[in-house]
């Protein structure tokens, strides 16, 4: 489906308007009227973009100013922006590639944070052998918060199976729990805790709950002095700068959002009861559905979700999504459909 303008809680497709309860704006903030006042704002500031390395002789004072405040919201020594989450990824992998570590990537890792040596962390839902021998080795895991096709965070519990002889760097991608999941909406990394880390490094899209252009990476001050040295990191292009000033100054917005969101799900799911064939969790955003043929059920009803194939999944992906800008009354129509 081709449309001619960003959806929101409703999408105009083919000459008619259908609910829309897809895409991963779960904050609403894309179409958000006093959002887009603010960034109309902070564009007349700071243009439109700014094609220039981080490394040139002008900087920009956001950037410090709004690393700064992501480091301190997330709980990590500093941060650094960059123009994609995926550039992010890919960034700490090349740089950690460069040293001796063994790498192992836990199920359905997002690709930007798969390295192309990586071994598969559970081998027929077995922690795998080489990480419970004794042999004293630098290891690198990379996993997803929240992984596709799941609506709870990843149980970090195989942790405490790995062999103390492992020195780990951890590797979490928050790009669908940054802004909804955890106190204030800062995610789950620093609720992950093992004698056995010897580093924690969190990436993320900000363009998910967000609703900004670029990517996002925080850990110690030492890492992320690292990161601003490697060539990849001086010969890319900056995240935007008038999206970080308008992230900055609209706080207030934001947690307005997350209340909305909220009390959106507490409506949805009270006295919803889903029969097998759904995956939710009553505080997440997200409902998939594994039947190929709820996509057309909902069509039917004039609902249009998200669907398309999703790498390591089966058929195609049936995904619901809900905001912080769906009403009440977009909310009943859901549900009517959902328990029928």
Known sequence: MIVERFPDR????????????????????????????TLAQCLLKWGSFYGSSRNSNIKLSVFNRVEEFFAKQIGTEDSVTTSSGTL????????????????????KTHPAILQSNSLPLFIEDKLHPNLQNNVQENIVITVDSVLALEVKPTSFDFLNDISKKKRITLVVDESHSLGIVGKNGIGIFNTISNEKIT????ISSLGKALGLSGGIIASDKDFIDSIKKENLFISSSCANPAYLEAYILSQDLIKGQQQKLKENLEFLFKDLNLKSSFTFKKNYPIIYCND??????????????TNFKYPNYKGLMNRIVITANHTKDDLEKLKKVLKA
């Open 292 to 305: 190929e043929n709820f996509y057309k059920t909902l069509y039917n009803n004039n609902i249009i979700i």
């Open 10 to 37: 409703t999408i105009h497709v083919e000459g008619k308007d259908y609910l829309y309860f897809g895409g991963t704006a779960y904050l609403g903030l894309p179409t958000n009227s006093a959002f887009q006042s």
């Open 88 to 107: 992010a990824g890919r960034l700490i992998l090349e740089y950690l590639s460069k040293s001796k570590h063994v790498f192992y990537h836990y199920p």
């Open 199 to 202: 580093r924690k490094i969190l």
